[in-house]
């Protein structure tokens, strides 16, 4: 059984935090998780990401933090690198 349901879990769980006991567990074997974020992840953006949440907010990134910042920062990429939009003729 699977986080108290009787078929394999599909869907968006944290594969870690409060999970994790869960997960260490058994409880998630054969499920599936579109989660696309977890702060352990071992890459120096991550971890500099991890630290500067920590550090202003005092907790831990998830992936809602993680998703607000890489949107934002698509955006900001993308208005940088386009030209103003000229008038119709």
């Known amino acids: 059984m699977q ?3 009787r078929i ?3 869907g968006r769980v944290e594969l870690g935090g ?9 409880g998630m074997e054969k499920s599936i998780s579109a989660w696309t ?5 071992d890459a120096a953006s991550n ?4 630290e500067a949440i920590r550090a202003k ?5 998830y992936l809602q ?3 607000g910042y890489d949107a934002i920062r698509i ?10 939009p000229t008038a119709p003729r």
């Open 18 to 26: 409060r999970n994790q006991p869960i997960i260490e567990a058994g």
């Open 75 to 84: 955006i900001a990429r993308r208005s940088r690198t386009r030209t103003a």
């Open 47 to 50: 971890k500099a990401f991890v």
């Open 65 to 67: 933090t993680w998703g």
């Open 3 to 5: 986080l108290g349901v």
């Open 37 to 41: 974020y977890n702060a352990t992840i």
């Open 57 to 61: 907010y005092k907790s831990e990134p």
């Open 8 to 10: 394999p879990y599909t």
